[in-house]
């Protein structure tokens, strides 16, 4: 547990901090934009709302998909395939021409963005001390 030494703990923070940051920013930046979606794909206004509900819904239920699989195959390699999956539902909303394709998109992010949190505190849990774990946990 004590391998790591305090710049090492200090470099693994900032980049946990960073991808609660992104994970955060992916549910809040897309809100200013709904009417605008709205009118850009027709849909009414529960069809848009739809769209927070089913992300918001996967983003849950993804957590606990992601913790098992990290402890089965790795914390590491786990946090990278979540980040690639969001990258990938990210382009697809990105470029998408329905309303189907943007909600497909958006699912796929939330899937991939799940991993964050439960992997970024077995991460804090695993490099600090019980006694600063929950300090820096703090900050999430």
Request: net charge positive.
């Amino acid at each position: 547990m004590n391998e790591f030494t305090d710049k090492n703990k200090s470099q693994i923070f900032r980049v946990v901090f960073l991808m609660i940051i992104l994970s955060w920013a992916s549910i809040k930046i897309i809100l200013p934009a709904l009417p605008f979606l709205q009118g850009e794909f027709k849909v009414n206004v529960s069809d848009i709302k739809l769209s927070v509900t089913v992300f918001l819904l996967t983003i849950s239920l993804a957590q606990i998909l992601w913790g098992a699989l990290s402890e089965m195959y790795g914390q590491r390699e786990m946090i990278l395939l979540g980040l690639l999956i969001t990258l990938s539902g990210s382009m697809v909303s990105m470029c998408s021409v329905s309303f189907e394709m943007y909600l497909a998109g958006r699912t796929t992010e939330a899937l991939g963005l799940g991993c964050i949190s439960p992997i970024s505190r077995a991460i804090l849990a695993n490099i600090y001390d019980i006694r600063y774990n929950g300090q820096k946990g703090g900050w999430f």
